[in-house]
């Protein structure tokens, strides 16, 4: 369901040394928050960063801000596909966060969940924690396969405008834009009136819908909404270009496979 598989948005990749080991690149923590992690073991997070199911992540975290290691991680390098990345994820897809006791927890809207646990980012109503659980849902199976998938391919040249699949990808992103606006006209947020984990998932993609060339002018709502979840606390945007590794036959990846 997560970014990285074929059809999908790609957001998976490990980083391996010689001994088959990941290897830590980055640490993150907000000001005064910091973790030494020679001495206290903290939140590692692998991620893509072009990858926008990796981005949520980063984003929660931001507004949390909790400290965390980040590992960054090339997935057009065939370092998804190796033995080490298996025992880490199975499905070799990322994000995955490796958790202060060391558990590794795959896919990105189940780590939304873990994070957000006791915050306000995550609803105590049961009926409004389930609305949220349907908007993770449908962000994985309708916006990241029409929008991410729609706006990858044509970045990094694997589809053109006119090619049947963007066309109809075009069309179903259309669909989701118009679900999300007429939601958004009535509530400010999509799930019981205040910021949550739903609103960080569905926003992942849908900023950069316009990098796929879809026309945001029609969608008032969805603007004004995209302006509410700039302005929340701690907000920050770091989704970087895809490599040039990312165009076909130029990298290894499963989609190269």
Request: aromatic share 8%; proline share 6%.
């Amino acid at each position: 369901m997560n970014g990285g598989r074929p059809g999908c948005d790609p957001g998976m990749a490990v980083l391996c040394s010689s001994r088959d080991r990941l290897v830590l690149v980055e640490s993150h923590s907000r000001a005064g928050k910091g973790v030494n992690a020679a001495m206290t073991r903290s939140l590692r997070l692998y991620d893509y960063a072009a990858s926008c199911n990796c981005y949520k992540v980063r984003l929660l975290l931001a507004h949390l801000g909790m400290a965390y290691e980040r590992v960054p991680v090339d997935i057009f390098d065939g370092q998804t596909l190796t033995d080490g990345y298996a025992r880490i994820n199975p499905t070799r897809t990322t994000p995955v966060l490796e958790t202060e006791d060391g558990r590794y927890l795959p896919e990105s809207n189940a780590i939304l969940l873990y994070l957000a646990s006791g915050t306000p980012y995550l609803p105590e109503d049961v009926f409004e924690l389930a609305q949220a659980v349907r908007w993770l849902i449908y962000e994985q199976t309708d916006i990241v396969p029409m929008i991410g998938g729609l706006r990858f391919r044509l970045l990094v040249g694997r589809l053109s405008p006119s090619d049947p699949d963007a066309i109809r990808r075009r069309h179903g992103a259309a669909e989701v834009l118009s679900l999300l606006d007429h939601h958004l006209v009535e509530h400010e947020f999509f799930v019981g009136g205040g910021y949550t984990i739903a609103d960080i998932a569905v926003y992942g993609y849908t900023h950069l819908a316009h990098e796929a060339g879809l026309d945001m002018q029609p969608y008032a709502g969805v603007r004004a909404w995209l302006r509410r979840v700039e302005a929340q606390p701690g907000y920050i945007e770091d989704v970087e270009p895809y490599g040039a590794n990312a165009a076909p036959g130029a990298g290894r990846s499963l989609y190269d496979t």
